[in-house]
């Protein structure tokens, strides 16, 4: 479906430069962009590159000078607006309120909302509770009684062990598992026995977890997830850890158990927590950070082990000067070598008095 520019224009409340009834036919990013499609740029750089795009128009920041060029619609934030108009060109998939399938396992104990969704293949256990348009897709796993909020999505082959809480407008995507055993043992007699696993988790509202995501149940309280905390695919999250609210973990992220965050915490790519930490609000964690002691809120770390930022940029520094380092210490081996053998032809003052007692 093709729409002009002025109508776009109108849509996202942005100003137009250039004409109105130009067709737009697709959206697409500034380097796949195609003659008929609209493109955005956020800041100068990408607006460069958005001049010398095959793109038909662009989505732009208010601050951007318009090019006779090519056309644009001015907006505050470029790339809310985009993905606005992007939903306009990009089929939807609409997924009405089906109740409970025929074909899905549910207890008769559990409660369901009206307005819920069961699909086939899915399993609710007894005692269950699922909110008003929470939707329960293929195969997903909500056992014993689990409680589900409103409005929250549990894509297929999702499992929520038995008491597992979820709040408001959470999404577990497929493959997640809540809720399962912490890896906790005791040694006894030579063998290791298993902890037992008494506890459970807790999503606050408006939570996101990826794909392939672990969260392992509390030991004998709850691994709890506060409010508005985002988390990657394949990220694994130890018993009895209490993570704060609004945090973003990204993918590969591991924290091991009883640690605690702050709110707004960042957890780059591959960052590991040994147990019992505490890192404090607005603590930012750089890829691959390893850390090993509790951190104080307001800083950023980074390497292995993880140190503050700027002492790690200067151990960064010094590696790289490492080869001529070697260098250096090679040569000056070489000369303190030279200077050694010099050193031990030279006749010393007592034998130059021998040779003159002799003579």
Not at 34 to 43: D, K, M, S, V
Not at 83 to 93: D, M, Y
Not at 119 to 133: C, H, K, N
């Amino acid at each position: 479906m093709a729409h002009t520019l002025a109508d776009l224009a109108e849509r996202v409340g942005g100003r137009l430069a250039g004409p109105g009834d130009l067709c737009i036919t697709g959206v697409a990013s500034i380097a796949h962009a195609r003659p008929g499609e609209l493109t955005f740029a956020t800041n100068d750089q990408n607006w460069k590159k958005c001049l010398s795009s095959l793109a038909a128009a662009a989505i732009v920041p208010l601050q951007i000078t318009p090019a006779d060029s090519l056309p644009t619609i001015h907006v505050a934030d470029p790339e809310a607006a985009f993905a606005e108009i992007a939903t306009l060109f990009r089929r939807r998939i609409n997924r009405h309120c089906c109740g409970v399938s025929p074909r899905a396992i549910v207890s008769p104990t559990a409660k369901i909302a009206s307005s819920a969704s069961i699909y086939p293949g899915a399993f609710v256990g007894d005692g269950a509770v699922i909110g008003a348009r929470t939707r329960i897709m293929p195969n997903a796993v909500v056992m014993e009684h689990c409680q589900i909020g409103d409005d929250v999505t549990i894509f297929p082959n999702a499992t929520l062990y038995e008491n597992t809480i979820v709040g408001d407008r959470c999404i577990i995507h497929a493959g997640a598992v809540l809720g399962a055993y912490g890896f906790g043992y005791r040694t006894v007699q030579n063998q290791h026995q298993l902890v037992p696993q008494l506890g459970n988790v807790v999503l606050g509202s408006d939570v996101e977890i990826g794909a392939n995501t672990t969260i392992d149940r509390g030991t004998y309280d709850a691994t709890t997830i506060g409010d508005g905390t985002k988390i990657d695919d394949q990220v694994m999250i130890g018993h009895n850890s209490r993570i704060g609210r609004h945090n973003l973990l990204c993918s590969q992220v591991g924290i091991a158990g009883s640690c605690r965050t702050g709110d707004y915490v960042v957890m780059a790519g591959q960052v590991g927590l040994a147990d019992h930490l505490d890192i404090g609000d607005h603590v930012v964690l750089g890829a691959k950070a390893g850390v090993m002691h509790s951190i104080e809120p307001n800083q950023h770390y980074l390497g292995a082990p993880a140190t503050p930022i700027r002492e790690q940029l200067l151990v960064y520094a010094s590696m790289q000067k490492l080869p001529e380092l070697r260098r250096i210490v090679s040569r000056l081996e070489k000369q303190m070598a030279a200077l050694t053998q010099a050193a031990a032809a030279e006749p010393t003052s007592d034998q130059t008095a021998c040779q003159r007692d002799a003579a």
